[in-house]
């Protein structure tokens, strides 16, 4: 069997054993001297291995030495210890099987060395052949193992939330609705599919925007779960920080208030980049040099977990006091845009920043009445480069203040067993969403969160 590059270059097989390897060519050199150098990725590490191919080998002139980028390889030879710089092994090849040809070199769409990000996202499907969308993408596994390890060693059930619902969590009217096409009747014109678009089974459905109503009522029987899944949202919004499709994971502590919330969110971030640090080394120094240089430093900062806490209130007059002027107005009551978040975290305090207790007003209907009447128990986690990245809160457990809140932003009885859970055995409770794509954008300095997803989905994106 082939073995990874990753276990080859880490020196978990000794040398003058035969391996093989497979994988793709990034790039070959000729030398004089009678062989070929071809560097071959698979996927596993950052770096490529090298093989040293001779001149004697059969298919030498006829396919070696038209064997470029991109071609997929299999290569069996002896591993040695490598002469040259840069790594601590290479194979010295015995055979090279060309598995599958470039068709045309010139026009492989990835054939140079550098492309841009915006030139990457018209060929999606092949830019997770690039060394960034490589990285992106061990950057991500890893941080999804961390997010489900860090649950599972604290005792958090993983909670799968319904991706069609009936409910809009956040009250801000960006569903997708959710119809069914009666086959029966197949579309004959554009018009005529409108027309046979149903509701589902006769009820108003669309795709979720967040898993956190269900979520809450295993909350209340199990304690501490989670979600994590996919989420939409009708985004209008064309930024840099904005998908119609993304990934969020969702904690709900029960018997908990808003600074054990925070407090959670503050270990969970830690915890993570503790070990994308600790499993990411390569990829995260590639990051760090040709992505964003203060990438490291960044990631050790959040590791160490520090963290400035204020309130709302608080953030308001530090934006107020400031020389800076915003776009937006500031004033208290107003719900911070982010150019106001990025002023607060990366100028006032250059650290991720926990603001909380924001203005009932613009806050969801589940949120915790706070005694002054005028807040509510939210909070956001703001990081430097991106914004917003955490949103969450302790949730309202009283029913009549609970029915009072949702009556005023004229939300009726379909939420009937949501209000149950606040019937029967009501304890104080409390959880938060972290963008996962944010979560990446933010470890590896990507600017674009297009660029940190495999496929985004957004307005006008290409039909990948
Ligand atoms: O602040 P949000 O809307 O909070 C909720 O959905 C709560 N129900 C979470 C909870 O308390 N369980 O979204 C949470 C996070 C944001 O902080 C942001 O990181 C991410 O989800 N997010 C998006 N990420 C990418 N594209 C979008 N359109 C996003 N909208 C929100
Ligand atoms: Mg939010």
């Known amino acids: 069997a082939a073995t990874s590059i990753k276990q080859l270059l880490a020196g978990s097989i000794a040398t003058g054993n035969t391996v093989r390897v497979q994988g793709w060519v ?29 001149a004697e080998l059969d298919n030498y002139q006829d396919e070696i030495l038209q064997a470029g980028a991109g071609c997929s390889v299999k290569i069996t030879g002896e591993l040695v210890a490598s002469q040259g710089k840069g790594q601590a092994f290479e194979i010295q090849a015995q055979s090279v099987d060309v598995v599958g040809w470039v068709d045309d070199p010139e026009s492989y769409p990835i054939a140079k060395k550098r492309h841009s990000f915006e030139y990457l996202r018209t060929v999606a499907h092949l830019r997770p052949r690039t060394n960034t969308f490589g990285a992106i993408t061990r950057v991500r596994t890893v941080l999804a193992n961390a997010i489900h390890n860090y649950f599972f060693e604290r005792e958090f059930q ?120 600790e499993k990411c080394e390569d990829d995260l120094a590639f990051f760090n040099q040709f992505v964003d240089k203060t990438c490291l430093e960044r990631l050790q900062t959040v590791a160490d977990k520090n963290f400035v806490r204020m309130d709302y209130t608080e953030a308001v007059s530090i934006l107020e006091k400031t020389k800076k002027t915003f776009e937006y107005p500031v004033k208290w009551g107003i719900d911070l845009q982010s150019e106001h978040e990025r ?22 209907f589940y949120m915790r009445m706070n005694d002054d009447e005028k807040t509510v128990a939210a909070m956001d986690v703001l990081a430097p480069g991106i914004g917003e990245i955490i949103g ?12 009072a809140r949702m009556a005023e932003q004229g939300i009726g009885d379909e939420l009937w067993w949501y209000k149950d859970l606040r019937r029967y055995g009501t304890v104080p409770h409390a959880g938060f969403g972290l963008g996962f794509e944010r979560l990446i954008s933010y470890v590896t300095g990507m600017e674009n969160i297009r660029d940190v997803i495999p496929f985004p989905r957004t307005p006008g994106n290409a039909p990948f």
Not at 392 to 403: T, V, Y
């Open 343 to 364: 002023f607060l975290c990366e100028e006032h305090v250059g650290a991720p920043v926990v603001v909380m207790n924001y203005p009932k007003d613009i806050k969801a």
């Open 392 to 403: 969450g809160s302790q949730r309202e457990e009283r029913l009549d203040i609970l029915n």
């Open 158 to 277: 993983w909670i799968n939330t319904p991706l069609i619902t009936a409910s809009d969590c956040e009250g801000a009217g960006e569903l997708f609705r959710v119809s069914t096409l009666d086959l029966t009747h197949l579309p004959r014109t554009e018009n005529d599919a409108i027309d046979f678009a149903q509701d589902f089974f006769g009820e108003e459905s669309f795709l979720t925007v967040s898993g956190q109503l269900n979520v809450e009522s295993y909350c209340m029987a199990l304690s501490k779960v989670y979600t994590f899944g996919p989420t939409f949202r009708a985004e209008n919004s064309n930024t840099s920080r904005h998908l119609a499709e993304f990934w969020m994971v969702e904690p709900e502590i029960a018997f908990a208030d808003l600074n054990d919330d925070a407090d959670l969110a503050e270990d969970f971030l830690s915890y993570l980049f503790n070990t994308v640090l």
């Open 26 to 54: 990034r790039s070959r050199r000729d030398s004089k001297g009678g062989f070929s150098f071809m560097a071959i990725h698979d996927g596993s590490s950052f770096d490529a291995i090298q093989a040293v191919i001779p």
